[in-house]
């Protein structure tokens, strides 16, 4: 397990934009935080950055307390899920888990014995095990967000990205793929960072939540006390008032089935 460091980290474009603005954040050994806010508050940008494919304007990237800001992307010891399955459609389940493995060059490179045991040990942690041999085509949505999440763990990483993964399932699927997640970061206790803009989502994922707005954090706290003890206005209406309109929603909707 790891600890990731962003000291006084802003990411400025050409045209002038600033995306993140001197972000201090610190995540912990083995914890879960979700990057919270409303679209373009910079929480996909700062994880780019963590990940390499966004250059650091200014301030200090750390993974482990080395700095990375120079290292390319696939010397970060990183895993990435990303919205899109990006699985390769003509590969089997098997070859679409490892593929990143088999591709590894210099000492990075395992033998067919260990790719081949990662992989089983993926597909049994997420119930793939029967679908190894067939093509992406022939699984649904959850199976296929189960398959890119498993393409990413067997590498092995020291820490997770997800970025707004769920996005593209149906209500149910969300919530069952939520659980699974987070049971399996309890199992293995990797360091995650996940990416969202559904409050409720962060609130029963998180261990902690960092909530941006205008690429600028606004709080960062454990779930709860967030919500119970908002540190402004912004906070207040984005986290909390829209779960509280929820809570009302679902109460009314509760009544009139009575």
Do not use: W
């Amino acid at each position: 397990m790891v600890n990731v460091r962003y000291n006084s980290v802003s990411k400025k474009y050409d045209d002038g934009f600033e995306a993140v603005k001197e972000l201090n954040l610190d995540i912990k050994d083995g914890e879960f935080l979700v990057l919270l806010g409303p679209s373009g508050c910079g929480k996909s940008t700062t994880l780019r950055m963590l990940a390499g494919l966004e250059e650091v304007t200014s301030g200090e990237i750390q993974i482990d307390d080395v700095t990375v800001n120079h290292l390319p992307p696939g010397a970060r010891g990183l895993g990435m899920v990303f919205q899109s399955y990006a699985l390769y459609p003509h590969m089997s389940i098997a070859d679409n888990l490892s593929f990143g493995l088999r591709m590894a060059k210099g000492e990075a490179k395992l033998s067919g014995d260990e790719i081949k045991a990662r992989v089983q040990e993926a597909a049994e942690m997420l119930d793939l095990v029967d679908h190894l041999d067939k093509k992406p085509k022939e699984l649904s949505g959850g199976q296929r967000q189960r398959v890119a999440l498993g393409r990413a763990l067997v590498r092995r990483p020291k820490v997770l990205l997800m970025d707004e993964p769920l996005s593209n399932l149906d209500a149910e699927l969300r919530h069952q793929m939520r659980s699974e997640i987070r049971k399996l970061h309890d199992e293995l206790g990797t360091t995650t960072i996940y990416v969202t803009h559904d409050q409720i989502e962060a609130m029963t994922l998180a261990d902690r939540i960092a909530i941006l707005d205008k690429g600028v954090l606004q709080q960062h706290d454990e779930p709860l006390n967030a919500y119970h003890n908002p540190a402004n206005e912004f906070v207040k209406g984005f986290l909390c008032q829209h779960i509280d309109d929820l809570v009302q929603t679902a109460n009314n909707l509760f009544k009139k089935t009575e």
